[in-house]
């Protein structure tokens, strides 16, 4: 009798649980059917028995919805709305921020697991959700994002005064170019990405250039910048730095050049002495020596001076190069340097524009600029290069062996063009020339 009890027995728990591995999975599969993603994500916990970890993650959710939103909250809204954010928080973005060239700039982690504030959660009466906020997006965008790339700014000129001969502006501020980072359309731009599943983006940051304002009721012109020299100084010694930072802001910067005049840069330095405040540094003497002077280090602010007024198309009148290469020259313009010595060497060149220009001349950490800012009159420039002796140019006459070359094209609005050879001679090359010169960052840029 027992051994007949205990084949019923076993033979009625074999039908129970046949019947609970069978009927939810048939009931599962009708449901799936129909669309009820709730009830697919409950079969699979059915399956695997549910975690520690998820039973307790269900609870607190849901005391969640009863205690603040009071909201009675069925199996499958939970598991609808915790898949939702385990879905979201596994997503992955990378965005790529580019120049209006193409160029990398950065490249930043978008993935929403690292912003927690950005998955947010939306409760009616009736349902819950997790779901991208925009614009917890915008603020990280805002607060984390945009810092890593300059803004544009602004500067304002108050008066002019008088000093070394030449007319200076008193400005506030320093005009510089930035990029347009426009928050919104990037915060939308990546919510549509990391709900279409996309693991990339590209976005295009355009310049936003700095303007200069007049409030000095002179007329100086629309002050728009023409053109930008650049050139870098790292490696230099302590005394050269701070001569290059004193020649471009406190002896260039903000001088005004009126239509038709011919700027000499010696004209602005005044006196270079210790006594003016000039730094003892380096600076080559014929072809070969390097002493130590006041002001060494000037040659670099007349480089950058140079390069500028190549770039802005400006008749260049006087203008000597380093009788030694000097590698640090290479970058933003090899072969386009300009060596000065007060009483004997100069830079000089025009203002043909027919209105007044601006310099504003800065250091940014050891990189130098000099902006031109003044009137477009509708004349653009190319520069073709850099050539040495064995490249086929159309320099005339041909390029020696240490010389390094450029063509200068000035197209003018009335259908003039100016072309000039821009020639280098140097004591001697490196023999890594061919390398340097393939090097983008060695080449101007306006």
């Known amino acids: 009798m027992n051994h007949r009890f205990l084949r019923f027995a076993l033979l009625t728990l074999s039908v129970i649980v046949s019947c609970a591995t069978v ?137 002019l005064e008088k000093r070394l001969g030449h007319v200076y502006a008193n400005v506030q501020g320093i005009a510089k170019d930035g990029y347009a980072f426009a928050i919104p359309s990037i915060a939308h731009e990546i919510r549509m990405g ?38 870098n100084f790292a490696g230099s010694g302590e005394g050269r730095k701070a001569n290059v930072r004193k020649g471009l802001q406190e002896n ?69 190069n380093h009788s030694l290469y000097v590698h640090y020259y290479a970058l933003h313009g090899i072969g386009i340097d300009a060596t000065i010595y007060p009483g004997r060497k100069d830079l000089v060149f025009r203002n043909d524009t027919g209105h007044s220009l601006l310099l504003q001349a800065y250091a940014d950490g050891e990189e130098a600029f000099v902006n031109v800012y003044g009137t477009p009159d509708g004349r653009s420039v190319q520069l073709r290069g850099p050539y040495i002796a064995s490249m086929n140019s159309s320099i005339k006459p041909k390029l020696h062996a240490n010389d390094i070359g450029w063509v200068r094209t000035v197209h003018y609005d009335s259908g003039k063009e100016v072309n000039e050879a821009i020639v280098s001679r140097y004591n001697a090359l490196p023999r890594t020339i061919d390398t340097i010169l393939k090097d983008p960052r060695n080449l101007p840029r306006s």
């Open 23 to 159: 009927v939810p999975t048939v009931f599962d599969q009708v449901r799936a059917q129909q669309g009820d993603s709730s009830t697919l994500f409950l079969k699979q916990r059915h399956r695997t028995g549910g975690t520690p970890i998820r039973r307790q993650e269900e609870a607190n959710f849901r005391q969640e919805l009863r205690q603040r939103y009071h909201l009675e909250p069925s199996d499958g809204l939970i598991a609808d709305a915790l898949l939702q954010k385990r879905e979201l928080t596994g997503k992955h973005l990378l965005m790529q921020f580019r120049d209006e060239r193409g160029n990398p700039m950065a490249i930043w982690d978008a993935t929403p697991a690292h912003y927690a504030p950005w998955i947010t959660l939306l409760v009616t009466p009736w349902s819950a959700r997790y779901e991208l906020d925009e614009q917890a997006i915008q603020t990280t965008l805002a607060t984390e994002v945009s810092r890593q790339f300059a803004k544009q700014k602004d500067a304002l000129i108050l008066s």
């Open 194 to 231: 990391l709900e279409r599943g996309k693991q990339s983006l590209n976005w295009t940051l355009p310049r936003a250039p700095g303007h200069i304002f007049n409030a000095t009721g002179f007329d100086l012109g629309t002050l728009s910048l023409l053109a930008s020299g650049h050139s």
């Open 252 to 320: 260039l910067q903000n001088v005004l050049i009126a239509p038709g005049e011919d700027f000499s840069f010696n004209s602005v330095l005044g006196s270079v002495t210790l006594s003016e405040g000039w730094q003892l540094a380096l600076a080559i003497f014929n072809g070969h020596s390097l002493l130590m002077v006041p002001g060494g280090g000037l040659c670099q602010v007349a480089t950058t001076v140079y390069r500028a007024a190549i770039l802005a198309g400006l008749p260049i009148l006087e203008r000597s």
